[in-house]
């Protein structure tokens, strides 16, 4: 299938019109029209080859939002005209103790990512949504709610999901006190997910410039990190702390925050981490956790969910030749809070190297 996006070629080079040819759709397959797609901080460290493995050329985007224009012989949930989503995973083995029970992003055997991943059946690199079309196995197309606006659901996919899943196994609730570290595109998800249901919500951060804006979002209360009798005085008072940010730091002035029983899980930061002190988690019981993403069931949980409270994410629009300008200032966090790529403005290339 015959189709074109914009792609990076190099880590030093600015993302450029790409034609290339989607897989041909299987039997259980779900042919989808890209309308919008979210860009989401893993889309630059990919483009950027940050972290290492990216090979090239490569199609970032995995908070894609469409509409279906055919569907494989095999195809039950989804028809064509549906507008449907689909996130960060395309495949996975379907077998597995994890699969089973709906955690495809914990399968046994790896998850197919939807972009820089394998296809589990030619081996062939996945692509993308910063491009027309996408073939995706119908079990990893989610449906989009009526009510819930198409142009801005796309971030839920990705910040919506990896901070929803979190709240959702630790049972949040009316009550709950959850804290969050960091307000960027997944930070400010947290506060809007947590405080609709009912929890207690205090945002955590070194300055106080966005308190404004956290308390816009929903935040009961601004917890000033870089204010010592601040944080004395907020000692074992959360249930569960959403870490959002996405750099190497020390986690030893939040674990104390943490009440009996308590968990800090960090969903923001891939890799290294500061240096810990146990002492705080062997005398509270405390715990300090990893969560990435959720499996399909509760992404669509969650989708139904921001519907029926009208929760959508801060967006700012773009067109697909803004996405360069947009990948700097998303390095300089000047985004409030996340870039959301109308796809209508992405046109057929001229001549472009073929994938």
């Not at 049972?171 to 709950?176: A, R, T």
Request: net charge negative.
């Amino acid at each position: 299938m015959k189709t074109y996006a914009f792609a990076a070629t190099s880590a030093d080079e600015p993302l450029a019109p790409f034609s290339f040819d989607r897989r041909d759709p299987r039997a259980n397959d779900v042919v989808i029209e890209i309308l919008y797609c979210g860009v989401c901080h893993s889309d630059l460290h990919t483009a950027r080859n940050d972290w290492g493995w990216t090979n090239y050329p490569i199609i970032v985007g995995h908070e894609i939002v469409g509409r279906v224009i055919n569907v494989g012989s095999d195809v039950t949930r989804h028809a064509i005209g549906d507008h449907v989503a689909v996130g960060t995973m395309v495949d996975s083995c379907q077998r597995c103790d994890q699969c089973r029970k709906g955690e495809e992003q914990l399968c046994r055997e790896g998850n197919t990512q939807t972009f820089a991943g394998a296809d589990r059946i030619t081996g062939a690199p996945t692509w993308g949504g910063y491009a027309k079309n996408i073939v995706v196995r119908e079990e990893f197309v989610l449906r989009v709610p009526t009510g819930l606006d198409l142009a801005k659901a796309g971030p839920l996919l990705c910040a919506g999901a990896t901070t929803y899943s979190p709240l959702r196994t630790w049972n949040i609730g009316p009550g709950s006190r959850v804290g969050v570290i960091g307000m960027g595109g997944l930070g400010h998800m947290a506060i809007k997910l947590a405080s609709a249901m009912g929890a207690v919500v205090t945002v955590m951060s070194r300055t106080s410039e966005k308190e404004a804006d956290a308390t816009e979002l929903g935040a009961d209360a601004f917890l000033l990190s870089s204010d010592p009798e601040a944080m004395k005085a907020a000692a074992s008072s959360f249930d569960l702390i959403i870490d959002t940010v996405p750099a190497k730091h020390d986690l030893d002035p939040y674990t104390t925050l943490l009440d009996v029983d308590g968990t800090l899980c960090i969903v923001g930061q891939i890799g290294p981490l500061g240096d810990m002190n146990s002492i705080p988690l062997l005398l509270g019981r405390r715990r300090v956790a990893g969560s990435a993403i959720a499996g399909i069931t509760q992404t669509q949980e969650m989708l139904d969910f921001c519907a029926r409270k009208n929760i959508l994410p801060e967006v700012e629009m773009i067109r697909m030749d803004q996405i360069n300008e947009a990948f700097e200032r998303l390095e300089k966090s000047d985004v409030r809070y996340r870039f959301v790529i109308d796809m209508a403005s992405l046109n057929q290339p001229e001549q472009t190297p073929a994938g």
